[in-house]
């Protein structure tokens, strides 16, 4: 195959997502690096709406079977076909001893996505990079081993803590398919990483914010004392975005504040959310605004007092990394209020850049408080964290390394 760049395999698990901008962020900045790469994903997207990011993306994407008895003809003449190869029965066995360890249909459908990859994948690739460290990382191991190319990956959060350490371990293991090199986007998942790792290196790489697609409004101002006190979030309703303990100290609010919370985003607890807002009686002061693109998210933060998220450990162990929507509320100089969960205090210092708040109810509201009746010391906070923003956070150091690791690992296993 004729090619004026290297060709890199990118696997993702859906695309395009609205909730993994991200991704969209990275991968346009590495094309537009001179990368030349094809999308591979394990599922088609389930959003209604897209990001003007995944506009500018030019690299074709290739949807692999989402469940294998939806094209069995493929997955079949895949099958057939790698099974010929010097490695196939070498990749089959870790296979089954992932599948011995978890019984699932997930890690059969992974071995056969993989199948299919290695089979249609163009025989010039010269190299694989995964985004998750759980399910595409998985196929991207397979698909190493049967074409002899090497793949690394960029790991986030739940896929470093919600994967059982053998997994990982291996993963992070030459002698067991592991990744040629491995990337996390906070010093929190770096340590972790490296702790199970035996050959594979581990770098901190932020995803940072290409800062040209949020300029600061002209007409930022902030509230005075007596003003009306607009709170907004963004973020899936899940458990670990600690949305219902936000609702429980939105009840908790003194009658003298007048406030507003507007939350974005969508996800599996929406019922259950607005239905304990309903129990409250809080919804007149609530707007639920689902799903927005990225135009939307920004106006709302250019009006917005108050950025909350009040992450927390999920049940199962899942929990945020750095979230990017907190760099995105400094970047329009929106004071913010979180918990020291995970990678947040990377971005944010107690006191300095933002207000770093124990997750109960009762810790949340008073902070709310202490910020609704101190506008100068929220427009403080909110300076600081624009001017780390600016200094430490920004995209581009991070997409050059990126590349530089890329590059270093195409055309050799």
Not at 369 to 396: C, E, G, T, W
């Amino acid at each position: 195959m004729t090619k004026l760049e290297p060709q890199l395999a990118i696997v993702v698990k859906g695309w395009p997502r609205l909730s993994e901008t991200f991704i969209a962020q990275e991968l346009v900045a590495l094309e537009r690096s001179g990368l030349d790469f094809e999308i591979w994903s394990l599922r088609h997207p389930t959003d209604k709406k897209t990001h003007p990011l995944h506009d500018q993306l030019l690299a074709k994407v290739i949807y692999l079977p989402e469940y294998l008895h939806q094209e069995p003809r493929r997955v079949l003449l895949a099958f057939m076909t790698v099974m010929l190869r010097p490695n196939f029965f070498k990749v089959f066995t870790h296979f089954l001893q992932d599948w011995r360890r978890e019984k699932t249909r997930n890690r059969v459908r992974r071995f056969g996505q993989a199948c299919v990859m290695a089979r249609e994948m163009p025989k010039g690739t010269e190299a694989i990079y995964a985004h998750f460290l759980h399910t595409p990382s998985s196929v991207a191991r397979y698909v190493s081993g049967l074409n002899c190319v090497p793949w690394s990956f960029s790991a986030h959060a739940k896929d470093i803590w919600t994967s059982p350490d053998w997994e990982l371990r291996e993963k992070l293991n030459s002698k067991t398919i592991g990744a040629a090199f491995g990337a996390t986007c906070t010093a929190f998942g770096a340590e972790h990483l490296n702790s199970l790792a035996k050959t594979t290196p581990i770098d901190l790489v932020y995803h940072g914010l290409d800062l040209k697609r949020f300029p600061l409004s002209r007409n930022r101002t902030f509230r005075a004392a007596n003003e009306s006190f607009h709170m907004m979030s963004v973020g899936r309703s899940v458990e670990k975005k600690g949305f219902d303990r936000l609702i429980s100290a939105l009840a908790l609010l003194p009658k003298e504040i007048d406030w507003h919370w507007t939350h974005i985003g969508s996800g599996a607890l929406d019922i259950k959310m607005r239905a304990q807002a309903e129990a409250l009686g809080l919804t007149p002061q609530i707007t639920w605004l689902g799903a927005c693109d990225q135009n939307e998210v920004i106006d709302t933060m250019q009006v917005a007092d108050l950025f909350v998220l009040p992450s927390r450990v999920a049940v199962d162990g899942d929990r945020d990394g750095l979230p990017n929507v907190l760099m995105e509320a400094a970047s329009q100089m929106l004071p913010i209020l979180s918990t020291p969960v995970s990678a947040i205090p990377e971005f944010i210092d107690d006191g300095v850049h933002g207000i770093l708040s124990d997750d109960t109810p009762e810790a949340l509201a008073a902070n709310m408080v202490r910020l609704a009746q101190n506008p100068d010391f929220s427009a403080d906070l909110a300076k600081a964290a624009y001017k780390r923003l600016y200094s430490d956070f920004q995209m581009q150091p991070g997409i050059n390394h990126l590349i530089s690791r890329l590059r270093s690992v195409m055309g050799g296993i």
